[in-house]
């Protein structure tokens, strides 16, 4: 059976979601290689993802249902191998924003870092509203308000 691999099933779940996770966030990192701002990076990485996660076979099974999408965000944001994937995707371009100024440096990378994942995680699950601008409106309105350096947020 499968649980001769998995010693349960959040370790089932967990290595599903991250070997999903990893091919989705290592196509859409190349953003974070281009000259514009951490924030548009950040943004258009963000987008491609939510539509990449969104059309996935794999992450409609993980994160479908109310109950299974819980199940398996506890279960993954609790195991090593998704906080790795998400330092390493996100880490260095995060850590390098903060070195230049663009995002706040008063407030931990790896807080940083879990307030991105569940704002991300929310938007795959149910989709920013048109009245709130859909998911960019509300990625603008969290990277503005929780990330970016107060002294960039209007430059943005």
Do not use: C
Not at 3 to 20: D, G, M, Q, T
Request: glycine share 6%; hydrophobic share 45%; proline share 4%.
């Amino acid at each position: 059976t499968v649980y001769s691999y998995f010693p349960n099933k959040n370790a089932l779940l967990s290595a599903s979601f991250v070997r999903s996770a990893a091919a989705i966030l290592a196509a859409a990192k190349t953003h974070f290689l281009t000259d514009e701002p951490f924030v548009e990076q950040f943004i258009k990485a963000t987008l491609e993802s939510l539509e990449a996660t969104r059309t996935s076979p794999t992450m409609a099974l993980l994160l479908g249902s109310g109950e299974s999408a819980g199940l398996t965000v506890r279960a993954a944001t609790a195991s090593q191998e998704w906080q790795n994937l998400a330092r390493e995707t996100l880490g260095p371009s995060l850590r390098q924003a903060v070195v230049d100024g663009y995002v706040r440096d008063d407030v931990p990378v790896e807080a940083i870092l879990r307030w991105i994942w569940r704002v991300s995680f929310s938007l795959a699950t149910e989709p920013g509203s048109a009245e709130d601008g859909g998911d960019e409106g509300v990625l603008r309105a969290f990277v503005v308000a929780s990330v970016i350096a107060p002294h960039n947020r209007t430059a943005q």
